[in-house]
């Protein structure tokens, strides 16, 4: 995994659009495999006849695809080169409205880097002001770039919660996936977290680590993971942080071309739908999120909106953040397909981590 | 048979209850156990599984363990670490012996 990449679109790649991704998943020979690899069978075998959402707790918003870096794992396929794909002022402003009809607690900012899209601060400030717990879904490698060099303590003023991404707490596996050098910057930018009060167990400064395997293998779930990481991080690198959550690789993007090109797509997927697990299907982001598109679109999940399976109404309309109606979503059902299974296996993966241990 | 070795018997280990259910049961309920977390991690015993495996040159458990590790959260500098233990102890197992050799010499020679 160790060569840098650049992103689908910018190579033309096979890869590139949601409809070559998904072809490529349904053409994966399953049969052997529980529930043949069809998620919905596994939903309704385990007395899950429709998924459903529950009440909306977490409001995700994907200001864009624009990243200061390439990673191979990459789910959003984003990169430096994804300058069309960033969500304006407008849409913003279509999101806080709608906010204001929801009883969502927290608004979940993600991207790409989502602190490079020009209407970020303005974002975060409105969500703050608004009384939302507001979390930043950050590469660390961004905090470096002069003109955020304040940012670690603009978010302490205001409670953002910081969650970071590092695949490993050694430094070899964190390069391997993320580029050369990025373990280095990534401790720098802690250390920049830990400096204004990140990390210490203060609620108002909440500093996540997030952890992708690195490979084709699945997120570990034990609690003495968190307790090795804090101990690595603290021995060598005089590093803390609040707590660990470990996600499975979702077979999308630049991931699934990995699984493809070094032939471990066809092993990942059977370990994926075997490892399902029905204890994680309650849990499951999609029945607690809404997740919005740069350009207004609402989806069920980051998984979905990449692979463009929208949310619909029951009567099978798409919806827009613009025309926000707090019904629609409760009415309807969420779009699943292969790709859920990386929801579902082991101890499961939702952006909050594990769903059971 | 065609080989000694075969992938395909590791994901079917469990096919040796055929001869004996109430062995393999017991044996595979005393494994899940011994791999449970407990005083040691679970990533610690999936490290010191990938260096007995290696002492036992067992590929199937070479395979399932090296897996392990990478899941339980080690990376390939710790696991190479645990196989240089293994190789330590094998090494030092051999040449420690080497006194009973000298012990020999020394009383048979002039
Ligand atoms: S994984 Fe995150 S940091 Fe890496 S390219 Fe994708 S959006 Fe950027
Ligand atoms: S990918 Fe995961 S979160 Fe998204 S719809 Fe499927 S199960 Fe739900």
């Not at chain 1, 670690?152 to 707490?169: D, N, Q």
């Not at chain 2, 590790?69 to 233990?85: I, K, N, R």
Request: proline share 4%; with cysteine.
């Amino acid at each position: 995994m160790s060569q840098p990449t650049t992103s689908l679109v910018q190579r033309g790649a096979r890869l590139a659009t949601p409809q070559a991704q998904l072809a490529t998943l349904a053409a994966i020979d399953l049969s052997k495999t529980r529930h043949q690899g069809n998620f919905a069978t596994a939903l309704v075998a385990n007395g899950w006849q429709t998924l459903t959402p529950t009440d909306l707790e977490i409001f995700q918003i994907n200001v864009g695809k624009l990243c200061n870096m390439t990673c191979r794992h990459c789910h959003v396929d984003a990169g430096p080169d994804r300058i069309q794909e960033n969500m304006n002022r407008e849409t913003i402003d279509d999101c806080l409205r709608a906010l204001d009809q929801t009883p969502a607690h927290t608004v979940d900012i993600t991207g790409g880097a989502p602190e490079l899209n020009p209407h970020f601060r303005y974002l975060v400030e409105q969500c703050v002001e608004r009384g939302k717990h507001v979390i930043d879904r950050c590469n660390l490698t961004i905090l470096l770039a002069p003109r955020f060099h304040d940012l670690p303590e603009w978010f302490a003023a205001r409670g953002v919660e910081v969650v970071c991404s590092l695949p490993h707490y050694r430094q070899r596996n964190t390069d391997a996936q993320r580029g050369d050098g990025t373990f280095e910057k990534s401790i720098v930018a802690l250390r920049r977290l830990n400096a204004v009060g990140y990390g210490q167990g203060d609620p108002q400064k909440r500093l996540t680590l997030v952890a992708n395997p690195v490979g084709a293998f699945l997120a570990s779930s034990n609690a003495s993971v968190e307790q090795e990481w804090k101990a690595g991080l603290q021995k060598h690198h005089g590093v803390t942080f609040d707590r660990l959550i470990a996600l499975n690789n979702m077979p999308i993007a630049r991931y699934l071309e990995w699984l493809e090109e070094s032939g471990n797509l066809q092993s990942y997927m059977e370990l994926l739908v075997n490892s399902f697990n029905p204890g994680t299907v309650d849990g499951l982001m999609c029945r607690n999120t809404l997740s919005v598109g740069w350009d207004g679109r609402i989806f069920d999940c980051d998984f979905n909106q990449m692979l463009n399976l929208e949310s619909r109404t029951p009567e099978g309309h798409s919806l827009h953040i613009r025309d926000f109606k707090l019904q629609d979503l409760v009415d309807r059902q969420i779009g699943v397909d292969r790709h859920c299974f990386g929801c579902t296996a082991g101890a499961g993966s939702s952006c909050g981590g594990a769903l059971c241990m | 048979m065609s080989e000694y070795y075969n992938p395909d018997h590791l994901p079917q280990f469990d096919r040796i209850g055929e001869g004996s259910p109430e062995l393999a049961e017991k044996f595979f309920a005393y494994y899940g156990a011994v791999f449970a977390e407990g005083a040691l991690s679970a990533r610690e015993k999936a490290l010191i599984a990938l260096a007995v495996a290696h002492t036992v040159q067992c590929p199937y458990c070479i395979d399932a363990y090296s897996k392990s590790c990478l899941q339980q959260g080690s990376d390939l500098e710790q696991m190479t670490e645990a196989v240089h233990v293994a190789t330590a102890i094998r090494g030092g197992a051999s040449l420690i012996h080497g006194l009973q050799m000298l012990d020999q010499v020394n009383k048979l020679g002039m």
